[in-house]
């Protein structure tokens, strides 16, 4: 039984390319799983746009999410705050008017503004 090259991987990986394509060359073996490596390198070529393509929609769609939860998130955040805030409460309405008092300035027994000479 005659035994079996086992210079490729050697080769391809530590050597030249030069000494590779020569041992190729020489050797039926090491030309079989060249040939066998070149048809698989050129169906990762083939399936590689569609690989990309396919993770480049993955991370629009996970940028839109994202975008999407912030709004939410924003949304709820400020619609709450806006919600509990007792400042809101404490503002006029239609028809409602502040005397001189109310609003904390010094007034005489008629409701006038006092005046100090």
């Known amino acids: 039984m005659k035994n ?40 990762l070529g083939e399936v590689q746009m569609y690989y990309y393509a396919k993770r480049k929609k993955r991370t629009a769609q996970l940028r839109a999410a994202c975008a999407v939860m912030f709004l939410v998130f924003s949304l709820a955040s400020v619609t709450g705050w806006a919600l509990n805030d007792d400042d809101l409460l404490d503002t006029l309405k239609y028809g409602d008017s502040l005397s001189a008092e109310e609003l904390g300035f010094p007034v005489d027994s008629y409701g006038l503004l006092m005046v100090d000479e």
Not at 10 to 31: G, P, Y
């Open 4 to 43: 079996k090259c086992s210079k490729f991987e050697e080769l391809f990986v530590s050597s030249n390319t030069e000494e590779l394509e020569r041992h190729i060359q020489e050797c039926e073996e090491c030309r079989a799983e060249k040939e066998s490596q070149d048809k698989v390198s050129s169906l």
